[in-house]
């Protein structure tokens, strides 16, 4: 597609229950980054993905999130036993870096809004 | 610890009038700067961008000026419109890896 995509653009969800949030980057990028947006806070970084590897997943904010690229392409951000301090808007980017040093543009998608109650 | 700061929560201008937004770091890494815009319920849209080389970038309304002694940028927007208004963020990289944000700025232009 010509962006990003995201899915669902909405999750309302039960305290304690699994989520999962798509990503599609747009066609070629090989880099692929996820960040979050609380109520009032700024952007904040989660994981990032070069092809399939996760070399950088310091953002995570616990054990109950988790991430995984396939193919180069697809992302799926899960996050087990949610609780009410996961609500945010869920952001994925994706560049056409090649490597460490290469500075290029991250491109966002629309976000997951993602509600636990 | 907060690596890039907006201090201005707000901004209103008239529009026809040039906006200025600010932004400042504290990392000396950083060596790759991007303002991104914003409206409700949608992501962040690319403005543009300035490498730590340059001190200026210019793309049709929008000029991006880096004072690497002071860690500060600023975006300016002339003519502002209202079409403009929206979230501003300046962001921030090292080696192209995460983006650091700031807490953004919101941009009101008045008719």
């Known amino acids: 597609g010509a962006g990003v995509s995201q899915s669902p653009s909405n999750k309302v969800t039960e305290k304690g229950k699994d989520v999962e949030l798509r990503c599609d980057p747009i066609?070629?990028?090989?880099?692929l980054y996820w960040y979050r947006q609380s109520l009032g806070q700024g952007l904040e970084f989660l994981i990032y993905f070069q092809g399939n590897s996760a070399p950088d997943k310091s953002g995570l904010p616990s054990d109950r999130f988790s991430a995984e690229r396939t193919g180069g392409s697809v992302s799926t951000l899960t996050i087990q036993r949610t609780q009410q301090e996961d609500s945010a808007v869920y952001l994925c980017a994706s560049s056409s870096r090649t490597g460490q040093g290469y500075t290029d543009t991250q491109y966002f998608g629309p976000g997951t809004r993602l509600t636990v109650l | 610890d907060q690596q890039v700061k907006q201090n201005s929560p707000s901004l209103s201008v008239q529009e026809g009038r040039i906006s200025i937004l600010n932004c400042d770091y504290t990392?000396?890494?950083?060596?790759?700067f991007l303002w991104y815009k914003k409206y409700p319920a949608e992501g962040p849209t690319f403005l543009i961008s300035?490498?730590?080389?340059?001190d200026k970038n210019e793309d049709g309304r929008f000029t991006v000026f880096l004072n690497k002694s002071a860690k500060h940028l600023s975006l300016h927007i002339v003519p502002s419109q209202p079409g403009d208004s929206a979230v501003y963020f300046c962001a921030a990289s090292e080696y192209g890896n995460k983006l650091v944000f700031g807490a953004g700025t919101i941009l009101r232009v008045k008719s």
């Open positions: 300035i490498s730590s080389i340059k």
């Open positions: 066609s070629g990028h090989t880099a």
């Open positions: 990392n000396s890494m950083f060596d790759y």
